[in-house]
């Protein structure tokens, strides 16, 4: 069976002296080089996460304020869009105000240069109606009859129909 020498005695003793000499020197050094390489890696996975997370906050301002600069930027087309269509309908008010204004002028003016000729037009026919009278009376009219005539022609002018 199993024979038990002092050689396989001292190979036992000496193993177990060896795990624990190993474990006295070797295993905790070892085991702190290890938890230590665990706790760094284990500070860059937690730096890294928060780098991340700063990042995804610091994307999430520059996106919301990318909205606000969208949003101003429509306001400011909107409100320059507002004011050209102001303008414009200023400008049309305007210019519906002149057209107005000028045929107001130019109806006056017709008005003014109508009365003129027909005030022209009365002095000729009272100058001619006083010629025309004086040849078929055949004598010579005198102020008085001239100025009565005239009114009469005057009279009887203005209710023609023009």
């Known amino acids: 069976m199993l024979e038990f020498n002092a050689t396989l005695l001292a190979q036992i003793a000496d193993f177990i002296i060896l795990l624990i000499f190993l474990r006295a020197v070797v295993y905790k050094p070892l085991t702190k080089v290890l938890q230590d390489r665990q706790d760094h890696i284990e500070n860059n996975v937690a730096a890294a996460e928060k780098e991340r997370q700063?990042?995804?906050?610091?994307?999430?301002?520059?996106?919301?304020?990318?909205?606000?600069?969208?949003?101003?930027?429509?306001?400011?087309?909107?409100?320059?869009?507002?004011?050209?269509?102001d303008q414009a309908a200023e400008i049309l008010e305007n210019a519906k105000k002149e057209t107005v204004r000028q045929k107001e002028a130019a109806l006056a003016e017709i008005q003014r240069e109508k009365d003129k000729a027909m005030a022209e037009l009365r002095d000729q026919v009272a100058n001619l109606s006083v010629l025309v009278a004086g040849k078929i009376i055949g004598r010579k009219i005198t102020d008085d009859i001239q100025h009565s005539m005239v009114q009469e022609f005057i009279k009887e002018a203005g209710e023609l129909p023009c």
């Open 54 to 85: 700063e990042a995804e906050q610091l994307k999430a301002g520059y996106e919301a304020e990318m909205r606000r600069a969208r949003e101003q930027a429509q306001e400011i087309i909107q409100k320059a869009s507002k004011a050209g269509e």
